[in-house]
């Protein structure tokens, strides 16, 4: 027979103790915290802890992508709208410039109206967003539409002329996910969006101020010589009223769709935003299941803790108190 010592067992009820003070912190600072897993040893479940709240971290980041994205896409709309607007403003003006009860120099006052338009063009085209420009691709840090001029008039509002600078990284297109599943596109092209808004308003403008462009059609080369007046009057009405087609067309293949395009981009990510929100409470609901303390059966368990803590205290004491006598 195995004879336990007095060290032998005043050890195991100073453990004991041990161990009883140990669960009455554990169950006192569950129903603190309202948490019973907080370290990996507390649970068998800690590892699935883990993942839950990985997910939910990830989910928390996408959730901030996307929060920009619509600030940015938003951003974007407007300004297009915008574009949208003054194409119809030129359009009425070009409408009243091609009468021809209109004189040259009535012609010229409408033209100022159309060259502020057509700066206004320009300064959309070169939005910037938190120091970047929108419509400049990756090459986002300086502007994607450069002014340079026109051979005729040397000077003055009908010198200006506006051109994608083309640089590189201007057409590569910016896109983000906003989910593991689901990528945006944030921008479109600055000259496939703005480049015929913008010739068709430098050639309104040239025309009702007197100056003729070449080529005749498509992208203006800078060059133009001024009307010869009367004999041009009624060339000057016909490019005036072609200049109404290529508003018409600036409008309905590149503006129009482009909103369009943006409320598309929108949508798609309110689709991805909602199902990062159902994923977020299904694991938080997980989560919450594994992780949290329930606050009745954590009160039972400290009661139970600090009844046997308060036994092992009085056992130990005694035991102790006789060991002592022992040597008295």
């Given at each position: 027979?195995?004879?336990?010592?007095?060290?032998?067992?005043?050890?195991?009820?100073?453990?004991?103790?041990?161990?009883?003070?140990?669960?009455?912190?554990?169950?006192?600072?569950?129903?603190?915290?309202?948490?019973?897993?907080?370290?990996p040893g507390d649970s068998i479940d800690a590892g699935v802890i883990t993942r839950y709240?990985?997910?939910?971290?990830?989910?928390?980041?996408?959730?901030?992508?996307?929060?920009?994205?619509?600030?940015?896409?938003?951003?974007?709309?407007?300004?297009?709208?915008?574009?949208?607007?003054?194409?119809?403003?030129?359009?009425?003006?070009?409408?009243?410039?091609?009468?021809?009860?209109?004189?040259?120099?009535?012609?010229?006052?409408?033209?100022?109206?159309?060259?502020?338009?057509?700066?206004?063009?320009?300064?959309?085209?070169?939005?910037?967003?938190?120091?970047?420009?929108?419509?400049?691709?990756?090459?986002?840090?300086?502007?994607?539409?450069?002014?340079?001029?026109?051979?005729?008039?040397?000077?003055?509002?009908?010198?200006?002329?506006?051109?994608?600078?083309?640089?590189?990284?201007?057409?590569?297109?910016?896109?983000?996910?906003?989910?593991?599943?689901?990528?945006?596109?944030?921008?479109?092209?600055?000259?496939?969006?703005?480049?015929?808004?913008?010739?068709?308003?430098?050639?309104?403008?040239?025309?009702?101020?007197?100056?003729?462009?070449?080529?005749?059609?498509?992208?203006?080369?800078?060059?133009?010589?001024?009307?010869?007046?009367?004999?041009?009057?009624?060339?000057?009405?016909?490019?005036?009223?072609?200049?109404?087609?290529?508003?018409?067309?600036?409008?309905?293949?590149?503006?129009?769709?482009?909103?369009?395009?943006?409320?598309?981009?929108?949508?798609?990510?309110?689709?991805?935003?909602?199902?990062?929100?159902?994923?977020?409470?299904?694991?938080?609901?997980?989560?919450?299941?594994?992780?949290?303390?329930?606050?009745?059966?954590?009160?039972?368990?400290?009661?139970?803790?600090?009844?046997?803590?308060?036994?092992?205290?009085?056992?130990?004491?005694?035991?102790?108190?006789?060991?002592?006598?022992?040597?008295?």
């Amino acid at each position: 027979m195995t004879r336990v010592s007095e060290n032998q067992s005043i050890r195991g009820l100073v453990s004991f103790a041990s161990e009883n003070k140990r669960r009455v912190n554990e169950f006192s600072n569950q129903l603190t915290s309202g948490i019973k897993v907080s370290r990996p040893g507390d649970s068998i479940d800690a590892g699935v802890i883990t993942r839950y709240q990985q997910q939910i971290a990830r989910i928390e980041s996408y959730s901030n992508t996307i929060a920009q994205a619509k600030s940015y896409l938003t951003f974007q709309d407007e300004v297009v709208r915008q574009a949208n607007d003054l194409l119809i403003r030129a359009k009425e003006v070009a409408q009243q410039g091609a009468n021809e009860t209109l004189d040259a120099t009535a012609r010229g006052h409408l033209a100022e109206e159309v060259f502020q338009i057509r700066d206004q063009m320009a300064a959309l085209a070169n939005s910037s967003y938190q120091g970047k420009y929108v419509w400049g691709g990756s090459d986002d840090d300086d502007p994607p539409f450069d002014q340079v001029s026109y051979t005729e008039p040397a000077v003055g509002n009908a010198n200006k002329r506006y051109v994608f600078d083309a640089e590189p990284g201007t057409s590569n297109s910016k896109s983000i996910k906003v989910t593991d599943e689901i990528s945006v596109a944030l921008s479109s092209q600055g000259q496939e969006l703005f480049g015929s808004s913008l010739e068709a308003l430098e050639r309104l403008s040239r025309a009702l101020a007197g100056y003729a462009t070449t080529p005749a059609s498509g992208t203006p080369d800078g060059g133009g010589a001024a009307y010869t007046f009367p004999t041009d009057y009624h060339t000057q009405t016909q490019d005036i009223k072609k200049c109404i087609d290529l508003l018409n067309a600036a409008r309905d293949h590149d503006l129009i769709p482009e909103r369009v395009s943006i409320g598309g981009r929108l949508r798609r990510i309110e689709t991805g935003e909602a199902l990062l929100e159902l994923s977020k409470n299904s694991a938080q609901e997980v989560l919450n299941r594994i992780q949290n303390a329930d606050e009745t059966e954590a009160a039972a368990n400290l009661q139970q803790a600090q009844t046997a803590l308060q036994a092992s205290y009085s056992v130990t004491a005694k035991v102790l108190r006789l060991t002592i006598l022992d040597y008295v």
